[in-house]
Nanobody, 117 residues
């Protein structure tokens, strides 16, 4: 059974930092493109960051220069380092493992991030 479990969310003041983690069981994350999405109340889900199977990274313009996605293959975990957080970063963050070639598309349950003073 495949499971993705996010952790590291919480409440932080504007300008602060958080590091989200997504730990996988049942699949090898190195075989997947990994993405972090977020859902902000009243808005559509937004793709925030992607790391491809070969290590390439892509970021939404709204987080470029502030967020960093990385993969720890030894621990089968993906991280999202979020710096200089803003109130508009508040939302539920989900990790997603995708490999369409093998029909793999898995989601975690989400972790809440709240940026507020």
């Amino acid at each position: 059974q495949v499971q993705l479990v996010e952790s590291g969310g919480g409440q932080v003041q504007p300008g602060g930092s958080l590091r989200l983690s997504c730990a996988a069981s049942g699949i090898r994350l190195s075989a997947y493109s990994m993405m972090w999405h977020r859902r902000v109340p009243g808005k559509q889900r937004e793709l925030v960051a992607t790391i491809t199977r070969v290590g390439g990274t892509i970021y939404a313009d709204s987080v470029k220069g502030r967020f960093t996605i990385s993969r720890d293959s030894a621990r089968n975990t993906v991280h999202l380092q979020m710096n200089n957080l803003k109130s508009e970063d508040t939302g539920i963050y989900y990790c997603n493992a995708l490999n369409l070639a093998i029909g793999g598309n898995y989601w975690g349950q989400g972790t809440q991030v709240t940026v507020s003073s």
